[in-house]
């Protein structure tokens, strides 16, 4: 059996927490792979809407597992908040969420650092979320940081101790003032409670579900063009963004992946600083904006908004060999009549490319676009793809042809039920 793979293929936002939880039925575990609670996965159904930050989009699922391996970071203090939150379903947490032992803890340090480093840049700063991720998987890479396995050491207190005077070091020579008392007593009544969890070495966890034939659906974090590698470099996240995450982030041999099923929204959004082509200033931006609800789940800051950029979505589909696209949020674009849509990129030197160049950080890039019909009408009653506008049709088919991958499944609403398969044979 092989593990699926879901991830976003623009810079975050792209709706992965409703399509986990609306696929999660096929699947017998969700396991996440990266990131920290710098993500925002929402889900809506029977009313109500959901916000996850660390744990799996599977936990709505009484008979799923849900696993959040190595690859994240994890603040213990949030962990506890997201299970609190949940607490009033009566869903079975305890015994369906693992945590990896290899998961990197975020200790109140961390998100003090954070805070001063972005301080530190003043007008260069990258538009970090403030949760502590940055730092955290500093100290993963440089080989001092603290993981989940550690809690239950008989030296955790001296590990902490030493890596947070190092902290503190660094909060001098940047010069920023913190209050830590209560937040660390706030911490570690988050670590005590974070005990009485499923500890478990995830890569042997994964693979013996693996060999028992479990479907497994690896659920990413943000987006591809926020990749610490590939992606809008140095605006970008601190973790692999892209499929080869999935490897990494869960201890799983890249022979093991089965279908890598790519989200993107029918326009763009960005949050924070960096790169945006496609980004608009005007009426057209605003209306997406407050159509789309375009709000940070994690951090509630408005997201920048823009047309669709296709030399970045085919990019990001390079990158991570998506077999399927999933097309998110169409309803937002109802009441345009037309719809622009990149299809280039101008450079300075009025040359034309259709890739994502090297410099996009640091050079004008002028999107070309293509002007497409739009459909103008709503789509709250249609259920099958048979029944889309003929226009809506054209704009989907337009993208198929560009990225030459297929749109298998297009969102026309938030909630679970809002959601149009193509070909039900491939998504099911």
């Known amino acids: 059996m092989s593990v699926d793979v879901l991830l976003g293929l623009q810079w975050g936002d792209e709706g992965k927490g409703k399509i986990v939880d609306y696929l999660a039925p096929k699947y017998q575990m969700v396991a996440r792979f990266q990131g920290g609670p710098n993500a925002g996965h929402t889900l809506e159904f029977d009313q109500i809407k959901h916000v996850l930050h660390q744990i799996p989009s599977g936990i709505f699922r009484a008979d799923i597992l849900n696993l959040i391996g190595n690859g994240v970071v994890l603040d213990p203090v949030i962990f506890r908040k997201e299970i609190d939150n949940l607490e009033r379903f ?13 998961a990197q803890l975020i200790l109140p340090t961390h998100r003090l650092l954070d805070a001063a480093y972005e301080q530190a840049k003043g007008e260069a700063k990258i538009g970090s979320t403030l949760k502590g991720i940055g730092p955290a998987y500093q100290d993963k890479i440089g080989r001092h940081g603290l993981r989940v396995g550690d809690i239950v050491q008989d030296n955790f207190m001296e590990k902490y101790r030493d890596l947070v005077e190092e902290h503190k070091e660094k909060l001098a020579y940047l010069n920023y003032s ?32 693996i060999k028992e034939k479990l479907s497994i659906l690896a659920e990413g974090a943000q987006g591809s063009l926020l990749d610490v590698d590939f992606g809008s470099y140095p605006f970008v ?3 692999t963004t892209i499929a080869s995450g999935a490897c990494t982030g869960l201890g799983v041999a890249p022979n093991k992946i089965g279908e890598v099923f790519g989200i993107f929204k029918a ?37 920048r908004c823009g047309w669709l950029d296709l030399p970045a979505l085919k990019y990001a589909v390079m990158i991570n060999g998506a077999t399927q696209l999933f097309m998110m949020k169409a309803d937002v674009l ?11 990129y101008q450079l300075p030197d009025g040359s034309k490319i259709d890739y994502m160049p090297y410099d996009i950080c640091d050079i004008d890039i002028t999107p070309v676009y293509e002007t497409l019909q739009g459909w103008n009408q709503p789509l709250d009653d249609i259920h099958n793809f048979d029944a889309l506008p003929e226009a809506l049709v054209s704009y989907i088919k337009y993208i198929e042809d560009f990225i030459r991958v297929p749109i298998n499944l297009v969102s026309v609403g938030p909630d679970r039920k809002q959601t149009i398969i193509k070909d039900m044979a491939v998504v099911a």
């Open 178 to 209: 913190y209050q830590l008392e209560e937040v660390e007593k706030t911490f570690f009544e988050a670590v005590n409670f974070l005990k009485g969890f499923q500890l478990v070495e995830s890569e042997h966890f994964i693979n013996q579900k």
């Open 267 to 303: 326009y763009c959004t960005r949050v924070g600083s960096g790169p945006f082509p496609t980004e608009l200033h005007d009426e057209a931006g605003e209306y997406l904006r407050k159509q789309g609800h375009e709000f940070g789940a994690t951090t509630g800051r408005p997201r």
């Open 334 to 344: 109802n009441d345009f009549e037309s719809i622009n849509i990149c299809t280039h």
């Open 90 to 102: 009566n869903l079975n947490i305890r015994e369906n969420l693992f945590v990896a032992k290899k």
């Open 237 to 239: 996240t601190s973790s």
